[in-house]
């Protein structure tokens, strides 16, 4: 309703014209108020066929004031998949039904979310006379109900991945206790062996075997742990260099002949040299490949068979590189995450087969930082299974085998070791001694500063955690003097992330090696200095 203005040609009485003004205030208020809680109003007048909109009702479905307003006007501007679901709502309260509906409008081509409620006025015969209703626009409510539920799912999703990363992480533990602890029988068992059988007897041999068998076992495991926590935080560095394929197929299978053969498997090498050449670090390749070799070893029966294969696909710019086994196979639903972490560790698959399930999410992980891809293919258990590895080739080249490298022949050093594990400390120092080296054992930071005085050693094998006075600062004071710059310096740590390195070198080590410590690379430095 709006107040007409008063006729000029008389002075209103003052009553009256305070009314009007009250009345047209309070006008002023409801269009605020309607605007403010987003709520319009309607009021149909059967017997004038009227129907009128207040201005929040045009706001909202974005006709202008003063357009016709029709029922075909209000349903066309409902969203066409509701239309007819309002249509009926309406049509029933035109028969006494209540209308409190929410449907979505189109209005400008945006869609809104709209709450309608409506009183009817019906005569005693049910004749309809009229009728009041509300539009509400409650877009934001829904949008905020849809974020909220998005939310919730989002939740969900995350609640149960937590709950799924929880249990692996138990699963892993309870694999990781079992198979941390698997080696310390043979091992203690070959000690006792060792130290009740005449020396260089049969049962003498076989007791060192099991224990050099177990221990690289021991220590391939924590590598995988160490390079599994790299490549997840992004602290891999590669080497590249040009590679070919086919040569490091053959000397990774040459180093793995003699395990494959104890294994009772065959293997065959199907890689003719100079065809799959590829920018990649030779060491972190060769990891890939003995990974696969290993998940092949350990998946394949006695009497089993192993063929690796290595060749260019020059169509699609790849070399690619396979390994195919007559093992156990592979499960349709394992084959999409195979190499998830743990997932072997999880499968059915027997757990006397043993590992961490770590191996494959390295290949993964090497080979992705490659640049390349991992794919494996089965035919179901029992049939066997192929690991694909596919890296991006080098175009328009050929690669020949890596050079050979020359035996480096052994030479005398003096070598001082300080370390506070006195068992660390004297059986590396019996290793060095059979190496033909001169051995002096310092067990503590100021200890080993005196000693490097008094024996000047050419090679100094220092550990980082020391009681007083830590490795790191072990080397700076070494450093300090200009009259121990030749010896060779060479951190010996449990701690082998790239920061340790940093933090050693800078500290002044020239060498950093984690622990334990591979003997043919000590016996590299020491024939190197």
């Known amino acids: 309703m709006v107040v007409p203005p008063l006729p000029l040609d008389r002075e209103p009485p003052a009553d009256l014209r305070r009314l009007v003004d009250e009345l047209r205030e ?3 208020d409801l269009r605020r108020a309607q605007a403010v809680a987003r709520t319009g109003s309607w009021r149909l007048d059967v017997r004038r066929n009227a129907l009128l909109w207040s201005e929040e009702t045009h706001r909202i479905f974005g006709i202008p004031p003063g357009d016709t307003l029709t029922y075909e006007t209000f349903l066309a501007a409902i969203h066409p998949e509701e239309r007819e679901a309002v249509d009926r709502a309406w049509q029933a309260a035109l028969h006494g039904a209540p209308y409190d509906v929410e449907h979505r409008i189109v209005v400008g081509g945006t869609v809104k979310w709209v709450r309608e409620r409506a009183e009817l006025e019906f005569d005693a015969a049910g004749t309809l006379l009229g009728g009041f209703g509300t539009v509400q626009d409650v877009t934001e409510r829904k949008q905020a109900e849809e974020a909220l539920r998005e939310s919730e799912r989002r939740h969900r999703e995350l609640s149960d991945a937590l709950g799924e990363v929880d249990r692996r992480k138990s699963r892993f ?5 079992h198979e941390l602890r698997n080696p310390l029988t043979p091992i203690r068992n070959s000690v006792y062996v060792l130290t009740n059988a005449a020396p260089g007897s049969e049962e003498a041999r076989r007791a060192v075997g099991v224990i050099d068998r177990q221990v690289r076992h021991l220590g391939r ?15 891999v560095r590669l080497q590249l260099e040009r590679i070919d394929l086919a040569d490091l197929a053959h000397r990774v299978v040459d180093d793995y002949r003699s395990r494959i053969s104890e294994a009772g498997l065959d293997v065959e090498v199907r890689a003719p040299g100079g065809e799959a050449c590829v920018d990649g670090d030779p060491v972190r390749l060769a990891q890939v490949l003995g990974n696969l070799l290993d998940n092949a070893v350990k998946f394949t029966p006695r009497g089993g068979r192993v063929l690796v294969s290595a060749a260019a696909d020059r169509g699609a ?12 196979g592979l ?15 999880e499968s059915t698959l ?3 087969r043993g590992g961490l399930g770590l191996g494959l999410t390295l290949v993964r992980g090497l080979v992705e930082l490659h640049g390349g891809e991992v794919g494996a293919t089965s035919d179901g258990p029992g049939q066997g299974a192929e690991l694909t590895v596919h890296l991006p080739l080098v175009p328009g080249v050929t690669c020949g085998p890596a050079p050979a490298t020359a035996a480096t022949p052994r030479a005398r050093r003096r070598v001082l070791i300080i370390e506070d594990n006195v068992d660390a400390a004297e059986t590396l120092r019996d290793v060095l001694r059979l190496g033909g080296h001169e051995i002096a054992i310092a067990f503590d930071g100021l200890e080993g500063i005196a000693a490097v005085r008094e024996f000047r050693p050419d090679v100094v094998l220092c550990d980082i955690g020391l009681p007083g006075i830590d490795g790191y600062e072990v080397a700076r004071r070494l450093r300090s003097d200009r009259s121990l710059a030749r010896i060779l310096l060479v951190a010996l740590s449990g701690y082998a992330q790239p920061e340790d390195l940093r933090q050693a070198t800078e500290a002044g080590f020239d060498q950093h090696l984690a622990k334990p410590p591979p003997l043919e690379k000590l016996e590299e430095l020491l024939a190197g200095r």
């Open 221 to 235: 495991m924590i590598d995988d742990l160490l390079d599994a926590t790299r490549i997840s935080s992004g602290k």
């Open 331 to 345: 499960e349709p639903g394992l084959l999409s995450r195979l190499f998830e972490p743990f997932t072997q560790a």
């Open 26 to 28: 309070s006008q002023r």
């Open 350 to 352: 027997e757990r006397t």
């Open 317 to 328: 710019g790849e070399a690619v590189l396979r390994v195919r086994d007559s093992g156990a």
């Open 173 to 177: 533990l309870a694999i990781l206790s």
